[in-house]
């Protein structure tokens, strides 16, 4: 048996057509899918970017422990499992932080192949001053990271230089090379994170004419400094790299067909998380305020644009369809190690959904937990969200202290201070969850808290992380 995780980041579930979108094109993701058993109760769990690949190496709910931080000496993860079993393990990856600055994610990895260039990448210096496609007052990190970016794809001319196609066409090389070998392939693509820079002819498919500026790259804000026009081609910008992602995303399934690897091959295709358009009245997945004085920063409810992803999984001899089974990025590596028969390491938090995969079992997990770091109040005030499908509660607890958070985007950023509401939506009955349920429900609310409560308690965590929710 080999393995494959393949991860697209910012993928929103809601716009792949195997997910019930009818207006984006992803024919590839929707036609593998027909081949794989097909996830709908998948969640975030450590959020985001960073903090997820780290749940996914490890096996660990690492929010409850850590922040977005560099892999440590201590911590085991999949690739040296993999290896001391006898597998050959690669990693092929366009996503920068989990790469750059000595942030060590490729350890335990036989080879690993970094994609250069996505957004922070200190990759290329020229042109100096890259033109920008709107009002800088728009743009996130207008004079930081968006400068990089555009500087690192002054070069392109074809489809086939973006990141997806490059990470994508480098994994299919490696599988040409290696697919006689059992191997552990982990293949990561920041698309469709921003900055939006697909083709233009793509973009062109969801709206068509658009003359007004183009904010590839929003701040993470509320909508109101879009005009209407710009926020409706932001989610066409947006469309344009899923559908971009597709395309690339399909040649890799393609090759492991014709390589006769679905035979001996269990693959993982899924996000880290989703991202607002717009939704709640806000874009992005956080709130960042550029000052004088330098940045501040707030996390927002992780509502289920942001929390709920896909989870497509293809393994020798599955039975194509759908399950409610609820699964989370620290199970990848649980059921892996049970796949291949191999004693994962200790200390692990994720559990093997093999038998979900087999047809043996309808359910996984009870609940599930999307958070960012709860080792401190502050910068980050952190407000878990815990669902057990039908009921979502974004819980409220005690600040730890103030600090400092680099998540979203590595840079460090001053906390707003913001107090939280706690929140309980009924996602079945309000699927866009505009009506706070909590005051007739809070039963529910407790409950889930509780579960909250009880978890942090099996997976270990410190007391005092856990007083602040109890």
């Known amino acids: 048996m080999n393995f494959m995780v393949v991860i697209s980041d910012t993928l929103r579930r809601d716009f792949l057509g195997c997910y019930g979108n009818d207006w984006i094109s992803t024919p590839n993701i929707d036609r593998f899918a027909e081949k794989c058993l097909v996830f709908d109760r998948a969640y975030?769990?450590?959020?985001?970017?960073?903090?997820?690949?780290?749940?996914?190496?490890?096996?660990?709910?690492?929010?409850?422990?850590?922040?977005?931080?560099?892999?440590?000496?201590?911590?085991?993860?999949?690739?040296?499992?993999?290896?001391?079993?006898?597998?050959?393990t690669m990693l092929v990856a366009d996503c920068p932080h989990i790469i750059e600055n000595g942030f060590w994610f490729d350890k335990g990895f036989d080879g690993w192949e970094w994609i250069r260039g996505q957004e922070s990448d200190r990759w290329k210096t020229s042109p100096a001053e890259p033109e920008s496609p709107c009002d800088e007052s728009k743009i996130r990190s207008a004079r930081g990271l968006t400068r990089h970016h555009r500087r690192n794809v002054s070069w392109w001319r074809y489809?086939?230089?973006?990141?997806?196609?490059?990470?994508?066409?480098?994994?299919?090389?490696?599988?040409?090379?290696?697919?006689?070998?059992?191997?552990f392939l982990y293949v990561d693509t920041f698309d469709p994170h921003e900055p939006w820079d697909a083709p233009q002819y793509f973009i062109d498919m969801y709206d068509p004419g658009y003359e007004g500026e183009v904010?590839?790259?929003?701040?993470?804000?509320?909508?109101?400094?879009?005009?209407?026009?710009?926020?409706?081609?932001?989610?066409?910008?947006?469309?344009?790299?899923?559908?971009?992602?597709?395309?690339?995303?399909?040649?890799?399934?393609?090759?492991?067909?014709?390589?006769?690897?679905?035979?001996n091959t269990m693959i993982v295709f899924t996000a880290d998380h989703g991202f607002l358009l717009g939704e709640h009245e806000i874009i992005g997945k956080a709130l960042i305020e550029y000052t004088e004085k330098g940045r501040k920063f707030s996390y927002i409810p992780l509502y289920s644009?942001?929390?709920?992803?896909?989870?497509?999984?293809?393994?020798?001899?599955?039975?194509?369809?759908?399950?409610?089974?609820?699964?989370?990025?620290?199970?990848?590596?649980?059921?892996?190690?049970?796949?291949?028969?191999i004693d994962p390491p200790g200390g692990m938090d994720g559990k093997s959904f093999k038998g979900v995969v087999e047809g043996k079992k309808k359910k996984h997990r009870e609940a599930a937990v999307s958070s960012p770091t709860i080792i401190r109040g502050g910068a980050a005030d952190t407000q878990p969200a815990v669902t057990d499908g039908k009921w979502a509660a974004?819980?409220?607890?005690?600040?730890l202290g103030e600090g400092t958070d680099r998540a979203v985007d590595?840079?460090?950023?001053?906390?707003?201070?913001?107090?939280?509401?706690?929140?309980?939506?009924?996602?079945?009955?309000?699927?866009?969850?505009?009506t706070n349920a909590i005051k007739e429900n809070n039963n529910v609310y407790q409950g889930l808290k509780e579960q909250f409560v009880k978890l942090l308690e099996e997976w270990g965590t410190e007391d005092k992380l856990i007083d602040a929710w109890r």
């Not at 929010?63 to 000496?73: C, E, I, L, Q």
């Not at 230089?161 to 490696?174: I, K, L, P, V």
């Not at 293809?314 to 291949?340: C, H, L």
């Open 44 to 88: 975030s769990g450590s959020f985001p970017t960073v903090p997820h690949r780290r749940d996914v190496m490890t096996g660990r709910y690492t929010f409850k422990y850590t922040d977005w931080a560099r892999m440590t000496p201590e911590e085991p993860v999949m690739a040296e499992m993999f290896g001391k079993a006898g597998y050959t």
């Open 410 to 434: 590595g840079l460090e950023k001053e906390g707003y201070g913001r107090q939280y509401e706690a929140l309980l939506y009924d996602r079945e009955n309000d699927p866009r969850e505009e």
């Open 305 to 341: 644009e942001i929390s709920r992803v896909p989870w497509i999984v293809s393994a020798p001899g599955i039975k194509p369809g759908r399950t409610e089974a609820i699964v989370q990025a620290p199970d990848i590596m649980a059921t892996f190690a049970d796949a291949a028969g």
């Open 394 to 399: 974004h819980l409220t607890g005690k600040k």
């Open 215 to 263: 904010v590839d790259y929003p701040q993470y804000s509320y909508t109101d400094f879009l005009a209407a026009e710009e926020l409706k081609h932001c989610r066409a910008l947006y469309a344009a790299e899923v559908t971009l992602v597709d395309r690339w995303v399909g040649r890799l399934f393609q090759k492991v067909e014709d390589l006769g690897l679905l035979d």
């Open 159 to 183: 489809e086939e230089d973006r990141f997806a196609a490059r990470t994508m066409s480098e994994a299919c090389r490696w599988l040409e090379d290696n697919y006689r070998e059992n191997f």
